[in-house]
C-alpha cells in the first residue's frame, strides 16, 4: 500500500535551515508530482510547495518563496524540502501528500518548530 514517512523536522533558532524528506513506497513514484504542506496549530493545513513527477516544474507558497526549495530522487523515490532563512512563522507540521489512484495519501507529519 502506499506509505510517505517524514523525517527531518525539529527545533531551529530564526534564520536557521532544515532539510525534510519524505521517503515513498506503495506507488510508482517517478510517476507522480508530489507535494508538501504544513499545518500550524489553530489553522488550516496550506501547501507548500509542489514538484512535477520529473521534478522539471516547481511551485510555492507566495510566503516561502526564495526561501524553500522542493526536490526530488526518483531513484530513492524521495521527496525533499529544504528550508532557509525560518522564521518563527513557519512553525507548523509538515506533512509530505501524493494524489495516488484517486486518493490523496498522508504521511504521519514531522513537526518543525523556529523559537529562539
Known amino acids: 500500500q502506499v506509505q510517505l514517512v517524514e523525517s527531518g523536522g525539529g527545533l531551529v533558532q530564526p534564520g536557521g535551515s532544515l532539510r525534510l524528506s519524505c521517503a515513498a513506497s506503495g506507488f510508482f513514484f517517478s510517476s507522480y508530482a508530489m507535494r508538501w504542506y504544513r499545518q500550524a496549530l489553530g489553522k488550516e493545513r496550506e501547501l507548500v510547495a509542489v514538484?512535477?513527477?520529473?521534478?522539471?516544474?516547481?511551485n510555492y507558497a507566495d510566503s516561502v518563496k526564495g526561501r524553500f526549495t522542493i526536490s526530488r530522487d526518483n531513484a530513492k523515490n524521495t521527496v525533499y524540502l529544504q528550508m532557509n532563512s525560518l522564521k518563527p512563522e513557519d512553525t507548523a507540521v509538515y506533512y509530505c501528500?501524493?494524489?495516488?489512484?484517486?486518493?490523496?495519501?498522508w504521511g504521519q507529519g514531522t513537526q518543525v518548530t523556529v523559537s529562539s
Open positions: 514538484i512535477t513527477s520529473a521534478g522539471g516544474s516547481t
Open positions: 501528500n501524493a494524489y495516488v489512484f484517486l486518493h490523496n495519501y
